[in-house]
Protein backbone atom coordinates (compact mmCIF):
# COMPACT_ATOMS: atom_id res chain seq x y z
CA UNK A 1 0.00 0.00 0.00
CA UNK A 2 0.96 3.88 -1.15
CA UNK A 3 0.08 6.48 0.76
CA UNK A 4 0.60 10.51 -0.23
CA UNK A 5 0.24 13.47 1.88
CA UNK A 6 0.45 16.74 -0.89
CA UNK A 7 0.26 20.00 0.33
CA UNK A 8 -1.61 22.56 -2.27
CA UNK A 9 -1.46 26.28 -1.20
CA UNK A 10 -5.30 26.96 -0.53
CA UNK A 11 -6.90 26.65 2.43
CA UNK A 12 -9.54 29.42 2.05
CA UNK A 13 -11.25 28.74 -1.05
CA UNK A 14 -13.68 25.61 -0.45
CA UNK A 15 -15.04 25.20 -3.98
CA UNK A 16 -11.08 24.88 -5.26
CA UNK A 17 -10.57 22.48 -2.01
CA UNK A 18 -13.48 20.28 -2.91
CA UNK A 19 -12.61 20.41 -6.34
CA UNK A 20 -8.99 18.62 -5.80
CA UNK A 21 -10.69 16.54 -3.25
CA UNK A 22 -13.23 15.35 -6.35
CA UNK A 23 -11.07 14.98 -9.05
CA UNK A 24 -8.76 12.61 -6.58
CA UNK A 25 -11.91 10.62 -4.88
CA UNK A 26 -12.74 9.96 -8.66
CA UNK A 27 -9.74 7.68 -9.57
CA UNK A 28 -10.43 3.77 -9.29
CA UNK A 29 -8.70 2.06 -6.13
CA UNK A 30 -7.88 5.27 -4.44
CA UNK A 31 -9.24 5.82 -0.95
CA UNK A 32 -9.37 9.66 0.16
CA UNK A 33 -8.93 9.34 4.00
CA UNK A 34 -8.62 13.27 4.83
CA UNK A 35 -8.83 16.93 3.83
CA UNK A 36 -7.27 19.81 6.12
CA UNK A 37 -7.28 23.05 5.33
CA UNK A 38 -5.85 25.85 7.12
CA UNK A 39 -7.41 29.36 6.71
CA UNK A 40 -3.74 30.86 8.02
CA UNK A 41 -1.56 28.66 6.31
CA UNK A 42 -3.28 29.10 3.42
CA UNK A 43 -2.91 25.59 2.54
CA UNK A 44 -4.55 22.36 2.67
CA UNK A 45 -3.28 18.63 3.07
CA UNK A 46 -4.86 15.89 1.34
CA UNK A 47 -4.38 11.90 2.77
CA UNK A 48 -4.81 9.10 0.24
CA UNK A 49 -3.80 5.67 -0.21
CA UNK A 50 -3.99 2.94 -2.44
CA UNK A 51 -2.49 -0.63 -2.75
CA UNK A 52 -1.67 0.27 -6.73
CA UNK A 53 1.33 2.64 -7.92
CA UNK A 54 -1.03 3.42 -11.32
CA UNK A 55 -3.72 4.67 -9.13
CA UNK A 56 -1.59 7.01 -6.82
CA UNK A 57 0.08 8.41 -9.88
CA UNK A 58 -3.05 9.05 -11.62
CA UNK A 59 -4.38 10.80 -8.43
CA UNK A 60 -1.56 13.06 -8.46
CA UNK A 61 -2.38 13.80 -12.17
CA UNK A 62 -5.76 14.42 -11.48
CA UNK A 63 -4.90 16.69 -8.79
CA UNK A 64 -3.07 18.78 -10.65
CA UNK A 65 -5.30 19.05 -13.59
CA UNK A 66 -7.91 20.57 -11.06
CA UNK A 67 -6.05 22.53 -9.09
CA UNK A 68 -3.36 24.52 -10.70
CA UNK A 69 -5.74 26.86 -13.27
CA UNK A 70 -7.56 27.61 -10.07
CA UNK A 71 -4.43 28.59 -7.97
CA UNK A 72 -2.17 31.85 -8.31
CA UNK A 73 0.40 31.93 -6.39
CA UNK A 74 1.20 35.92 -7.51
CA UNK A 75 -1.97 36.54 -5.19
CA UNK A 76 -1.68 33.73 -2.86
CA UNK A 77 -0.60 35.30 0.80
CA UNK A 78 -0.31 32.68 3.79
CA UNK A 79 1.48 32.22 6.90
CA UNK A 80 3.46 28.60 5.97
CA UNK A 81 6.30 29.01 3.23
CA UNK A 82 5.08 27.59 -0.35
CA UNK A 83 7.28 27.40 -3.91
CA UNK A 84 4.46 25.99 -5.75
CA UNK A 85 0.48 25.82 -6.05
CA UNK A 86 1.10 22.04 -5.77
CA UNK A 87 3.96 23.15 -3.23
CA UNK A 88 4.51 19.25 -2.00
CA UNK A 89 3.93 15.90 -3.09
CA UNK A 90 5.42 12.89 -1.07
CA UNK A 91 4.43 9.44 -1.48
CA UNK A 92 5.14 7.20 1.62
CA UNK A 93 5.73 3.17 1.79
CA UNK A 94 2.98 1.20 4.08
CA UNK A 95 2.46 -2.64 4.39
CA UNK A 96 3.42 -4.27 1.09
CA UNK A 97 5.60 -1.31 -0.83
CA UNK A 98 9.07 -0.26 -0.28
CA UNK A 99 10.76 3.01 -0.11
CA UNK A 100 12.40 2.30 -3.81
CA UNK A 101 8.90 1.74 -4.43
CA UNK A 102 7.85 5.31 -4.29
CA UNK A 103 11.24 6.56 -5.53
CA UNK A 104 10.21 5.06 -8.63
CA UNK A 105 6.36 6.43 -8.33
CA UNK A 106 8.31 10.05 -7.45
CA UNK A 107 10.36 9.99 -10.77
CA UNK A 108 7.27 8.90 -12.61
CA UNK A 109 5.01 11.17 -11.44
CA UNK A 110 7.62 14.82 -11.74
CA UNK A 111 8.80 13.59 -15.03
CA UNK A 112 5.07 13.56 -16.34
CA UNK A 113 4.20 17.34 -14.04
CA UNK A 114 6.97 19.01 -15.73
CA UNK A 115 6.01 17.33 -19.24
CA UNK A 116 2.26 17.42 -18.97
CA UNK A 117 2.00 21.13 -17.43
CA UNK A 118 4.98 23.06 -17.89
CA UNK A 119 6.15 22.85 -13.93
CA UNK A 120 9.53 22.77 -12.89
CA UNK A 121 9.96 19.63 -10.24
CA UNK A 122 12.56 19.10 -7.63
CA UNK A 123 12.80 15.45 -6.17
CA UNK A 124 12.92 15.23 -2.45
CA UNK A 125 14.29 13.08 0.13
CA UNK A 126 15.23 9.65 -0.68
CA UNK A 127 14.63 10.34 -4.30
CA UNK A 128 16.90 13.58 -4.33
CA UNK A 129 19.31 13.51 -6.91
CA UNK A 130 21.87 15.92 -4.71
CA UNK A 131 22.21 15.92 -0.78
CA UNK A 132 22.10 19.53 -0.75
CA UNK A 133 18.23 19.46 -2.21
CA UNK A 134 17.46 17.00 -0.39
CA UNK A 135 15.81 18.46 2.50
CA UNK A 136 12.15 20.17 1.60
CA UNK A 137 12.79 23.13 3.97
CA UNK A 138 16.19 24.14 1.59
CA UNK A 139 14.14 23.51 -1.19
CA UNK A 140 11.58 26.25 -0.47
CA UNK A 141 14.36 29.00 1.15
CA UNK A 142 13.38 32.16 -0.51
CA UNK A 143 9.47 31.05 -1.66
CA UNK A 144 8.50 31.47 -4.51
CA UNK A 145 8.90 35.18 -4.77
CA UNK A 146 13.00 34.92 -5.14
CA UNK A 147 13.06 31.43 -6.87
CA UNK A 148 13.45 32.92 -10.12
CA UNK A 149 16.88 34.15 -9.24
CA UNK A 150 17.19 30.52 -7.24
CA UNK A 151 16.50 28.57 -10.00
CA UNK A 152 19.13 30.32 -12.67
CA UNK A 153 21.51 28.92 -10.11
CA UNK A 154 23.22 25.50 -12.01
CA UNK A 155 22.82 23.53 -8.38
CA UNK A 156 18.99 24.68 -9.02
CA UNK A 157 18.80 23.31 -11.88
CA UNK A 158 15.40 21.27 -11.88
CA UNK A 159 15.44 17.70 -12.09
CA UNK A 160 12.49 17.89 -14.48
CA UNK A 161 10.88 20.76 -16.35
CA UNK A 162 11.96 24.23 -17.88
CA UNK A 163 14.46 26.18 -15.90
CA UNK A 164 11.91 28.82 -15.18
CA UNK A 165 9.27 29.19 -12.62
CA UNK A 166 5.68 29.01 -14.07
CA UNK A 167 4.23 32.14 -13.22
CA UNK A 168 1.64 30.94 -11.70
CA UNK A 169 2.09 27.92 -10.27
CA UNK A 170 5.67 28.51 -9.48
CA UNK A 171 7.37 25.06 -8.63
CA UNK A 172 6.57 21.42 -7.38
CA UNK A 173 8.36 19.23 -5.03
CA UNK A 174 7.56 15.84 -5.22
CA UNK A 175 9.56 12.99 -3.13
CA UNK A 176 9.38 9.33 -1.05
CA UNK A 177 9.75 10.26 2.86
CA UNK A 178 9.52 8.24 5.91
CA UNK A 179 6.06 8.78 7.37
CA UNK A 180 6.09 12.29 9.66
CA UNK A 181 3.52 14.04 11.79
CA UNK A 182 2.30 17.79 11.44
CA UNK A 183 1.69 18.73 14.43
CA UNK A 184 1.64 22.62 15.85
CA UNK A 185 1.07 24.17 19.37
CA UNK A 186 -0.92 27.12 19.95
CA UNK A 187 0.34 29.96 22.48
CA UNK A 188 -1.37 32.59 24.10
CA UNK A 189 0.57 34.93 22.72
CA UNK A 190 0.77 37.08 19.17
CA UNK A 191 4.63 37.75 19.96
CA UNK A 192 6.28 36.11 16.46
CA UNK A 193 9.46 37.33 18.63
CA UNK A 194 8.01 34.35 21.47
CA UNK A 195 7.04 32.14 19.02
CA UNK A 196 10.48 32.48 17.07
CA UNK A 197 12.63 31.66 19.96
CA UNK A 198 10.82 28.37 21.09
CA UNK A 199 11.16 27.01 17.50
CA UNK A 200 14.51 27.72 17.95
CA UNK A 201 14.68 25.58 20.84
CA UNK A 202 12.97 22.75 19.58
CA UNK A 203 14.23 22.22 16.01
CA UNK A 204 17.02 20.01 15.28
CA UNK A 205 19.07 22.23 12.89
CA UNK A 206 19.39 24.81 16.01
CA UNK A 207 20.59 22.58 18.99
CA UNK A 208 16.78 21.37 19.63
CA UNK A 209 15.59 17.90 19.81
CA UNK A 210 16.13 15.19 16.93
CA UNK A 211 14.03 14.94 13.55
CA UNK A 212 12.17 17.91 14.62
CA UNK A 213 11.41 20.93 12.37
CA UNK A 214 9.75 23.95 13.48
CA UNK A 215 8.65 27.32 12.50
CA UNK A 216 6.95 30.15 14.07
CA UNK A 217 3.54 31.13 12.60
CA UNK A 218 1.00 33.98 13.36
CA UNK A 219 -2.85 32.75 13.20
CA UNK A 220 -4.19 36.14 12.39
CA UNK A 221 -7.84 34.78 12.70
CA UNK A 222 -7.06 34.04 15.89
CA UNK A 223 -4.30 36.74 17.23
CA UNK A 224 -1.83 33.98 18.55
CA UNK A 225 0.84 32.51 17.18
CA UNK A 226 1.62 28.83 16.73
CA UNK A 227 4.94 26.97 16.93
CA UNK A 228 4.24 24.67 13.25
CA UNK A 229 6.07 21.21 13.82
CA UNK A 230 7.55 18.61 11.55
CA UNK A 231 8.17 15.10 13.59
CA UNK A 232 10.31 13.56 11.13
CA UNK A 233 10.60 10.23 13.39
CA UNK A 234 8.25 10.39 16.37
CA UNK A 235 9.59 7.09 17.70
CA UNK A 236 13.33 8.92 18.28
CA UNK A 237 11.33 12.11 19.20
CA UNK A 238 7.84 11.64 20.37
CA UNK A 239 4.96 14.35 20.09
CA UNK A 240 4.89 14.09 24.15
CA UNK A 241 8.49 15.32 23.92
CA UNK A 242 7.74 18.04 21.47
CA UNK A 243 5.07 19.37 23.52
CA UNK A 244 6.39 18.99 26.76
CA UNK A 245 10.03 21.73 24.98
CA UNK A 246 7.50 23.82 23.63
CA UNK A 247 5.53 24.12 27.25
CA UNK A 248 8.52 24.25 29.20
CA UNK A 249 10.62 27.09 26.79
CA UNK A 250 6.71 28.88 26.44
CA UNK A 251 6.46 29.30 30.32
CA UNK A 252 10.46 30.93 30.11
CA UNK A 253 9.01 33.16 28.30
CA UNK A 254 6.18 33.55 30.39
CA UNK A 255 3.75 32.61 28.30
CA UNK A 256 1.20 29.94 28.47
CA UNK A 257 0.29 26.75 25.99
CA UNK A 258 -3.21 27.35 24.87
CA UNK A 259 -3.41 23.80 22.77
CA UNK A 260 -1.85 21.66 20.10
CA UNK A 261 -3.25 19.98 16.99
CA UNK A 262 -2.98 17.24 14.23
CA UNK A 263 -2.49 18.19 10.83
CA UNK A 264 -3.67 15.43 8.36
CA UNK A 265 -3.92 11.62 9.99
CA UNK A 266 -1.36 10.30 13.02
CA UNK A 267 -0.35 6.90 13.46
CA UNK A 268 -1.62 5.20 16.32
CA UNK A 269 1.38 3.65 17.88
CA UNK A 270 2.16 8.11 17.71
CA UNK A 271 -0.42 8.86 20.61
CA UNK A 272 -0.09 8.97 24.26
CA UNK A 273 -2.59 6.91 26.18
CA UNK A 274 -4.69 10.11 26.83
CA UNK A 275 -3.97 12.58 23.59
CA UNK A 276 -6.56 15.04 24.51
CA UNK A 277 -4.79 15.68 28.43
CA UNK A 278 -1.54 14.45 27.65
CA UNK A 279 -0.58 16.78 24.55
CA UNK A 280 -3.78 19.44 25.11
CA UNK A 281 -5.52 18.51 21.74
CA UNK A 282 -8.29 20.29 20.04
CA UNK A 283 -8.47 18.23 17.09
CA UNK A 284 -8.58 14.44 18.59
CA UNK A 285 -11.13 11.80 17.70
CA UNK A 286 -10.71 8.10 16.29
CA UNK A 287 -10.80 9.81 12.86
CA UNK A 288 -7.57 11.26 13.06
CA UNK A 289 -6.00 7.88 13.51
CA UNK A 290 -4.40 6.24 10.32
CA UNK A 291 -5.45 3.04 11.25
CA UNK A 292 -9.25 3.69 11.84
CA UNK A 293 -9.24 5.38 8.67
CA UNK A 294 -7.54 2.28 6.79
CA UNK A 295 -10.21 -0.12 7.97
CA UNK A 296 -13.37 1.69 6.68
Not at 27 to 42: A, E
Not at 103 to 114: D, Q
Request: aromatic residues 6%.
Amino acid sequence: MFLSVPNISEGRDEATIRAVADAISSIPNVDLLNVSPDVDHNRTVFTWVSESADAMFDAAMAMYEVAIPRIDLRTHHGAHPRVGAIDVLPFVPLVGSEMADCVVLAERTGEAVAERFGIPVYLYEFAARGEHRRALPVIRSGGFEKFAGKIADPRWKPDFGPDRVHPTAGVSVIGARVPLIAFNVQLATDSMEIAGRIARAVRTISGGLPFVRALPIMLEHRGIVQVSMNLLDFRVTPMQRAFALVKEEAAKNGVEVLSSEIIGLVPAEALPASPARDLQLENFSPEIVLENRLKN
